[in-house]
């Protein structure tokens, strides 16, 4: 079975300023990785997502994460946030497998920007 | 190309009634799955429909809920007898292909049980 952990509940930043949320997984087999965010009474939306390839991942908005399959870690930076990034940031994972397999969603992160 | 749409966006039940969710997939989609929100938690896998089939229910409480994804028409989560813990955010995504790699989510329906 895979699992997710967001350690940080929340993240306070201010606006311009870089950030970094932490996503650390545990499986015994290879996996996907993918971060979602949430706004305010919304769904989710895919950022980005990690299948195979390089470990450094470009996503939508600005957003990159890196694979670290050594340290189990697929954390989401970006080097400049605005108000509008403020947002529900979901890490999930899957395991690496042909056919359905079930996202394992970490608990969240809350991004708050203020000015 | 409308998303995902579900309704009702909020639905509010009365302990021992039951709600009924609703969930239009993407056009060209027909793979549905069906997640849980509960209050400062993160998504629960719930069930994976394709039309008329059942995929994987793994994720479903064992009584009173169930799922359909009818070959004409929207997916239907439907809760019975509804207690206060089934208050929840329950997500609906779709996905054209059967990896559930590339799911489309819906806005949610946010259920409260009063």
């Known amino acids: 079975a895979q699992s997710v952990t967001q350690l940080d509940s929340q993240v306070p930043v201010f606006e311009e300023a870089p950030v970094e949320l932490r996503c650390n997984y545990s499986?015994?087999?290879?996996?996907?990785l993918f971060w979602y965010v949430q706004y305010p009474n919304q769904g989710l939306q895919l950022l980005l997502k990690?299948?195979?390839?390089?470990?450094l991942v470009k996503g939508i908005n600005g957003f990159e994460a890196e694979f670290n399959k050594s340290q189990t870690s697929f954390h989401l930076r970006k080097p400049s946030v605005h108000i509008s990034d403020t947002a529900e940031y979901f890490c999930?994972?899957?395991?690496?497998?042909?056919?359905?397999?079930?996202?394992?969603f970490g608990t969240g992160t809350r991004l708050l920007v203020s000015p | 190309n409308a998303g995902v749409m579900q309704n009702p966006r909020h639905l509010v039940r009365r302990r021992g009634q039951e709600a009924r969710l609703r969930c239009s997939p993407m056009k060209g989609h027909s793979h549905v799955y069906w997640y849980r929100q509960l209050p400062e938690e993160g998504l629960k896998f719930m069930v994976y429909l394709q039309k008329e089939n059942i995929i994987d229910e793994s994720g479903m409480p064992k009584e009173r809920f169930s799922a359909e994804f009818p070959k004409e028409g929207p997916s239907i989560l439907r809760i019975q007898q509804v207690v206060r813990g089934d208050s929840a955010a329950y997500f609906c995504?779709?996905?054209?292909?059967?990896?559930?790699?590339?799911?489309?989510f819906g806005p949610g329906t946010r259920l409260t049980v009063t």
């Open positions: 999930a994972v899957t395991p690496a497998r042909t056919g359905f397999q079930k996202l394992v």
């Open positions: 995504a779709s996905s054209p292909r059967d990896t559930g790699l590339e799911q489309y």
């Open positions: 499986s015994s087999v290879s996996v996907y």
């Open positions: 990690y299948l195979s390839g390089s470990t």
